[in-house]
């Protein structure tokens, strides 16, 4: 599968990409995936890109 992102409205600069499933109970993420590059945010960083 493959998506596509329009960052046209986007200022120049450099994104972080990052993923969460949220809990609808907290609004929080709800899950801990095994992986490293947790954000503060409980979300997990995937990559960043620049425009």
């Not at 972080?16 to 609004?27: F, H, K, L, Q, R």
Request: a negative charge.
């Amino acid at each position: 599968m493959l998506a596509c992102l329009n960052v046209s409205g986007l200022a120049t600069g450099t994104y972080d990409i990052a993923i969460a499933i949220i809990d609808p109970e907290t609004n929080k993420p709800g899950v801990d995936f095994a992986n490293t590059n947790r954000l503060t945010d409980g979300s997990f960083k995937l990559s960043s890109v620049t425009k």
